[in-house]
């Protein structure tokens, strides 16, 4: 079937009002939010733009080096023509043009990562000719098991699906200046005769109009004009003709070493998906979703920096089984809350006391003893817990960076960091880390609500380690220090550690200081809970190897309730 100018100019998307819209130039089902994803990330991430939009690979013309002469037989004019032939040929790959249809290729490679359902290929003939190798492109990635795994991990997760893009599109771009190169040239040039097409029906259309524009005027129209839109009518027809052989020549069978750089491209993505995934997802922590970053920029740096990072990996890998568990608990067992009862307990609330216990009060055998026991704290009350926020002063985490918390403790104590710099950032409070060895061994990340999260902070707080001595009462002064001096009066102090170190006099003056002054303890004991937690936190301390991370445990209740 013969190609007509309507198709044409519905290839260019410039057909007169009321016409077919022109051809979609993408291949993979989307809808407007993962155009706008992309968008954000094409517009607000100089990485992700360099790969998914300048960088487009060059696609060298059809031009053979020729093989050199033997020089031993022959002569200087066939040395002399050899080299030309040779340098033109290198020119010419030198001065390729870009994949004119690049960024359209690495729109559906994110749009078939991030899209919230299995997204279809389109029928190759219900897109633009340009694109048609695309859609094989994308069936054949979509056909690999590890696509499906790291869609597992990267549907409506705008980061992992332009991480997992960006691994798939360096792939991709050497496969179009090589395996695929000529599915690539086709494009390249229907791309050319579409535009040489367009051209001549242009300047054809305008001499029509001059001509009708005369005849309308009552004036003769001359000559010359008429051959001209004679010579253009012919210089159309042979540019349509150029069209449609281009199009019938779309598209090319992809060759067995294409077929292997799209699964390498799936791999590569489907292994930084899985180096990412996990990741803590700090942010502002606007409305009552999750926490977003900054802009996009600033959430592949933070991803990018952990996914390729042993150590932060494992942090992220814990993080991500612990944060949930203790995000649940913060929301829906907090103590005192709504009053669901849940246990006994000694204590002196009035509000919760049991009916046997008033009962004694109506008795002048133990009235006396009631009121003893009441303020003594030891009258029997019910526990309750409830459905109410929890606090929400700031948090310091103390943590044990000693040479004994190297390896799977050090993990631990990063990521219950992380964990709780969520919940901070979520409920919009400020967060201090103090990690300390030696006794002159303390540093301090300060992460205050009201600030930017800085990326390369949250980094260096999970990744940075002394080792040596354990000194705990240098990193307990830390945390009373930044108390004195910003807006931590009212914070709670997290020590997480191993407890493998003496508690002083020093330490007791420092506690007891701080306890007057209304400031909770908390400790967190890895593998379990002894020494100085124990005399810093008391009750309030519990042992990481209690964290049940497949199922809420008392533990992660305990800790997540008792928080400010």
């Not at 492109?137 to 795994?149: C, L, Q, T, W």
């Not at 991803?303 to 608990?329: C, P, S």
Request: net charge negative; charged share 30%; proline share 5%.
């Amino acid at each position: 079937m013969g190609i007509t100018s309507d198709f044409i100019r519905q290839l260019l998307g410039k057909g007169p009002a009321g016409r077919a819209k022109p051809l979609p130039r993408s291949t993979v089902e989307h809808d407007s939010v993962d155009e706008m994803v992309f968008g954000n990330y094409a517009d607000d991430s100089p990485r992700f733009r360099r790969l998914a939009v300048d960088e487009a690979p060059k696609i060298a013309p059809d031009v053979q080096v020729p093989d050199p002469p033997d020089f031993t037989t022959a002569t200087p004019e066939e040395i002399k023509a050899w080299q030309s032939a040779a340098r033109k040929a290198q020119v010419a790959k030198d001065n390729a043009p870009p994949y004119d249809a690049w960024e359209d290729l690495t729109r559906d490679m994110f749009y078939s990562y991030h899209h919230p359902r299995e997204p279809e290929v389109a029928d190759i003939d219900k897109v633009d000719p340009a694109v048609r190798h695309h859609a094989k492109i994308a069936s054949k990635m979509m056909a690999e098991d590890d696509h499906a795994d790291a869609r597992n991990m990267t549907r409506d997760n705008p980061t992992l699906a332009a991480m997992a893009t960006m691994a798939a599109v360096k792939v991709l771009r050497g496969a179009l200046e090589d395996e695929m190169v000529e599915q690539a040239r086709q494009s390249e040039e229907f791309e050319r005769a579409r535009d040489k097409a367009e051209s001549a029906m242009d300047q054809l259309e305008s001499m029509r109009q001059q001509a009708r524009d005369l005849r309308q005027n009552g004036q003769p129209i001359p000559g010359a004009l008429v051959q001209d839109i004679r010579d253009a009518v012919t210089t159309k027809r042979e540019a349509v003709n150029q069209v449609q052989a281009a199009v019938d020549a779309i598209p090319k069978p992809l060759t067995l070493d294409a077929h292997k750089a799209i699964e390498a491209a799936v791999a590569a993505a489907k292994e930084t998906a899985e180096n990412a995934q996990g990741v803590p997802g700090f942010g502002q922590g606007f409305g009552d979703g999750e926490p977003r970053y900054d802009s996009p920029e600033q959430a592949l740096t933070i991803a990018d920096m952990w996914a390729n990072n042993e150590t932060l990996r494992a942090v992220a890998t814990l993080y991500g089984r612990m944060d949930k568990h203790i995000r649940f608990q913060r929301a829906k067992r907090v103590v005192g809350g709504a009053d669901e009862i849940v246990d006994l307990k000694f204590g002196d609330d009035l509000r919760r006391v049991l009916p046997t216990e008033l009962g004694a009060l109506a008795d002048e055998d133990y009235e006396d003893d009631f009121y003893m026991r009441f303020l003594a704290s030891e009258i029997l009350v019910y526990d309750t817990v409830g459905d109410e926020n929890a606090g929400k002063g700031p948090i310091i985490l103390v943590g044990d960076e000693s040479g004994t918390m190297s390896g799977e403790r050090n993990v631990w104590l990063k990521a219950m960091a992380c964990c709780l710099l969520n919940i901070c950032r979520r409920e919009k409070r400020d967060f201090a880390y103090v990690g300390f060895s030696g006794a002159n061994s303390n540093h301090q990340f300060l992460f205050p609500a009201k600030q930017a999260l800085g990326a390369q902070d949250v980094v260096d707080m999970a990744s940075h380690f002394y080792g040596g001595g354990t000194v705990p009462i240098g990193g307990i002064a830390r945390a009373v220090k930044i108390m004195e001096e910003r807006e931590f009066k009212k914070a709670d102090i997290v020590i997480v550690g191993d407890g493998q170190a003496s508690f002083g006099d020093e330490d007791r003056r420092l506690r007891d200081a701080m306890l007057a002054k209304g400031v909770r303890f908390h400790g967190i004991g890895i593998p379990s809970v002894f020494g100085y937690l124990k005399d810093y936190a008391g009750e309030h301390s519990v042992a990481v190897h209690d964290f049940e991370l497949e199922n809420p445990s008392e533990a992660t209740a305990h800790l997540a309730t008792h928080i400010t």
